[in-house]
């Protein structure tokens, strides 16, 4: 997708308030909030909207059951979605309600130009209603002659008057758009799914409903009070009724959308009917409708009966709102489904951002109090570290595509190629060795350099973790806006001098689930029991004494690179080694692995360290750390990563 447009207008579904946010809702809030705040940084003037949808049966229904109003229910409902949103700091500029005046007289107005136009007429309906999806299928396609093929639940035989949308005039018309615009609908595999359903002939729509009234009237001139409007025109409109379409038109000039997000379960409404919609009030289509996958609860569909639905307010209080959210972008490929689990979230807080992003700032507030006096210059950078310049600016010059093609994942995968890089050019070039040697420009343009990469990371990070990557960007002395995304992530600036402060950690490292009450419940049937615990019998017959995951989480397993390595004199055991473990410094490490490795076979390898033992003194040098090996009637071998691991990657 180019950037050649100067506006940009992100959309989400608007939520329906039957119920209240999960993670799933989330999701697609923080997703195109993403996209927002990146048009924004990249110089667009960019519209944003959310907001709910309240009308339709299912509303009224549930309104009914809890005794309340459906105005006042509906009320209830939509602040919540609002005040999470607000809670979570999402920048949308305009939160929509369908039962917003605007909004019902926008709708009216798009249903008379339809009819103005020749594309509704009226019928009787006959057929069967799935109230939970609020959709009317034909009888071949129920399961057993009665359930809807969407959620499984009891469709309602529906005879009614009511007002059709000739959407089988469209058929033609919408082929051609998908076969014109290769990324109308993203990813391109669900455009193939809707080209196939489309090609299967589509039926005309009924657009009005007779048998209750939560909904928004026909226009007066239709003459016609006892129909109100199909939900999902209601619906759809809102995202031109939100620009002023059909009142003041204030915002017309955003349309058409940038990006419409959507779950892939609602991609036929926004992919067949929408398009078709827009066609009959002559207004142009979308650039991008983007589908999500569906995130489950370890592999169940989330459901309130199942009890496992997850609040996505628990999880940012107890995980962080900025690791949340980059948690659910990098974990799974926009397009497929994703499983929500408290070890992967932790995994992703300790290794990616801790170890990776979080790590690498500290070396820089280490490197500069202890060598520099707090000062980071980048003046020499590209004097002695120009090959690293180019591969950093690589990687960036490939993000922004993706960004927008929906990879969101990769976006973030090629955005962590800069911090390797950092890390291996700390590795590599040894800011303590250059000290030692008194290659004291040399060791500042490396300080200089990470500085930098942390700087470019950050501009580019900043949509998705905006908290966080302003904590880096003040803490190097520069602002996140349109003209730093200018110089130092589309272009090759570095960092003015300045003098660092230290902060605080950014990612603290995460020993144990926080939340226990998300926890799924024990899922072993009352039939297994006895098995398992007569298993756990036998295993304390054999004498195995047993710790909780606690106790393992207390000891600190992490990857180190070897950075050099002697013989110690006068010991025919002992190898002192220096082992990079993702600090300030490498750690002195005595090991007793003589006999089996020479100082060569270690230097510039691998190995698992034990990093929270109490120091000891072995032949009067201190040893920091104790390496992981195994040893048989053959001799000793080393434990060590299968592939090369960032130095400090936790093993657990
Ligand atoms: O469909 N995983 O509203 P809705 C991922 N009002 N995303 C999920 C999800 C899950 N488990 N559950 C919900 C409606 N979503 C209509 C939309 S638009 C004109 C009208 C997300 O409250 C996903 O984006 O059922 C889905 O499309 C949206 O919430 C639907 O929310």
């Known amino acids: 997708m180019s950037n050649s447009c100067e506006k940009a207008y992100i959309t989400t579904p608007i939520y329906y308030v039957n119920d209240i946010a999960h993670i799933g809702h989330a999701y697609t809030t923080i997703i195109a909030d993403t996209l927002a705040r990146y048009s924004r940084l990249s110089g667009l003037e960019t519209f944003f909207l959310t907001g709910t949808d309240e009308h339709g049966q299912k509303i009224e229904e549930a309104?009914?059951?809890?005794?309340?109003?459906?105005?006042?229910?509906?009320?209830?409902?939509?602040?919540?979605?609002?005040?999470?949103?607000?809670?979570?700091?999402?920048?949308?500029?305009?939160?929509?309600?369908?039962?917003?005046?605007?909004?019902?007289?926008?709708?009216?107005?798009?249903?008379?130009?339809?009819?103005?136009?020749?594309?509704?007429?009226?019928?009787?309906?006959?057929?069967?209603?799935?109230?939970?999806?609020?959709?009317?299928f034909p009888s071949i396609q129920l399961v057993d002659d009665e359930f809807c093929p969407e959620c499984g639940k009891s469709t309602t035989i529906v005879e009614e008057e009511s007002y059709f949308f000739k959407l089988s005039a469209y058929e033609d018309k919408l082929l051609k758009w998908y076969d014109e615009n290769p990324d109308c609908i993203l990813p391109r595999s669900k455009r193939n799914e809707v080209?196939?359903?489309?090609?299967?002939?589509?039926?005309?729509?009924?657009?009005?409903?007779?048998?209750?009234?939560?909904?928004?009237?026909?226009?007066?001139?239709?003459?016609?009070?006892?129909?109100v409007m199909y939900v999902w025109l209601d619906a759809l409109m809102n995202y031109?009724?939100?620009?002023?379409?059909?009142?003041?038109?204030?915002?017309?000039?955003?349309?058409?959308?940038?990006?419409?997000?959507?779950?892939?379960?609602?991609?036929?409404?926004?992919?067949?009917?929408?398009?078709?919609?827009?066609?009959?009030?002559?207004?142009?289509?979308?650039?991008?409708?983007?589908?999500?996958?569906?995130?489950?609860?370890?592999?169940?569909?989330?459901?309130?009966?199942?009890?496992?639905?997850?609040?996505?307010?628990?999880?940012?209080?107890?995980?962080?709102?900025?690791?949340?959210?980059?948690?659910?972008?990098?974990?799974?490929?926009?397009?497929?489904?994703?499983?929500?689990?408290?070890?992967?979230?932790i995994d992703r807080i300790n290794s990616d951002l801790g170890n990776d992003l979080g790590n690498l700032l500290n070396r820089v507030i280490g490197m500069s109090g202890k060598y520099f006096d707090g000062k980071v210059d980048s003046s020499q950078v590209a004097k002695y570290y120009q090959?690293?310049?180019d591969e950093v600016h690589a990687s960036l010059n490939k993000l922004e595509p993706l960004l927008f093609e929906m990879q969101i994942h990769r976006y973030l995968e090629e955005l962590w190629r800069p911090l390797t890089v950092a890390n291996k050019a700390i590795d590599m070039y040894q800011p303590w060795t250059l000290m030692k040697e008194g290659k004291e420009e040399e060791a500042m343009a490396l300080n200089g350099l990470i500085a930098a990469i942390l700087a470019k990371v950050s501009v580019m990070l900043y949509p998705v973790m905006p908290e966080v990557c302003t904590k880096i960007s003040n803490a190097l002395h520069f602002s996140i806006d349109n003209e730093n995304w200018t110089k130092l992530a589309k272009g090759?600036?570095?960092?003015?001098?300045?003098?660092?402060?230290?902060?605080?950690?950014?990612?603290?490292?995460?020993?144990?689930?926080?939340l226990t009450q998300i926890e799924p419940e024990d899922k072993v049937s009352k039939e297994d029991e006895p098995k398992i615990e007569k298993k756990k019998d036998l295993k304390e017959i054999e004498g195995i004494a047993y710790i909780g995951i606690d106790q393992f989480f207390q000891t600190s397993l992490k990857v180190g690179t070897v950075v050099q390595a002697e013989e110690v004199p006068k010991s025919k055991k002992l190898l002192l080694l220096q082992v990079d473990?993702?600090?300030?410094?490498?750690?002195?490490?005595?090991?007793?692995?003589?006999?089996?490795?020479?100082?060569?076979?270690?230097?510039?390898?691998?190995?698992?360290?034990?990093?929270?033992?109490?120091?000891?003194?072995?032949?009067?040098?201190?040893?920091?750390?104790?390496?992981?090996?195994?040893?048989?009637?053959?001799?000793?071998?080393?434990?060590?990563?299968?592939?090369?691991?960032?130095?400090?990657?936790?093993?657990?």
């Open 63 to 136: 309104a009914k059951k809890r005794g309340e109003s459906t105005q006042a229910y509906a009320d209830k409902i939509s602040a919540t979605f609002k005040d999470l949103w607000d809670d979570f700091d999402i920048s949308y500029d305009k939160f929509i309600r369908t039962t917003d005046e605007d909004h019902m007289k926008g709708v009216q107005k798009a249903f008379s130009t339809m009819h103005k136009n020749g594309d509704i007429y009226k019928d009787t309906y006959k057929g069967h209603y799935c109230i939970s999806c609020e959709t009317f």
């Open 195 to 227: 080209i196939r359903f489309v090609e299967g002939g589509l039926q005309d729509l009924s657009i009005t409903r007779t048998s209750f009234d939560w909904g928004v009237k026909l226009p007066a001139d239709m003459n016609d009070p006892k129909h």
């Open 240 to 345: 031109v009724t939100a620009l002023g379409y059909g009142t003041d038109d204030a915002n017309m000039d955003f349309w058409p959308a940038r990006v419409q997000l959507i779950g892939k379960d609602i991609l036929r409404f926004h992919a067949i009917y929408w398009p078709a919609f827009l066609m009959s009030l002559g207004l142009p289509l979308p650039k991008h409708i983007a589908a999500h996958g569906w995130w489950t609860r370890d592999g169940e569909k989330m459901s309130k009966s199942k009890g496992n639905v997850v609040n996505p307010k628990e999880v940012a209080d107890a995980y962080g709102l900025d690791n949340f959210r980059y948690f659910m972008l990098r974990e799974v490929p926009f397009g497929g489904d994703g499983d929500f689990s408290q070890k992967a979230l």
């Open 387 to 389: 090959a690293e310049l």
């Open 492 to 514: 090759t600036e570095l960092l003015a001098p300045f003098t660092l402060e230290k902060i605080d950690p950014l990612f603290p490292r995460i020993e144990e689930p926080l």
């Open 581 to 652: 473990v993702g600090e300030d410094e490498p750690r002195q490490v005595v090991a007793g692995i003589k006999e089996w490795y020479s100082a060569d076979d270690m230097l510039n390898t691998q190995v698992c360290v034990v990093a929270n033992l109490k120091p000891a003194k072995l032949m009067g040098l201190v040893s920091q750390g104790m390496l992981l090996a195994a040893k048989d009637e053959n001799g000793l071998c080393m434990i060590r990563p299968e592939k090369p691991k960032t130095a400090g990657t936790p093993i657990g």
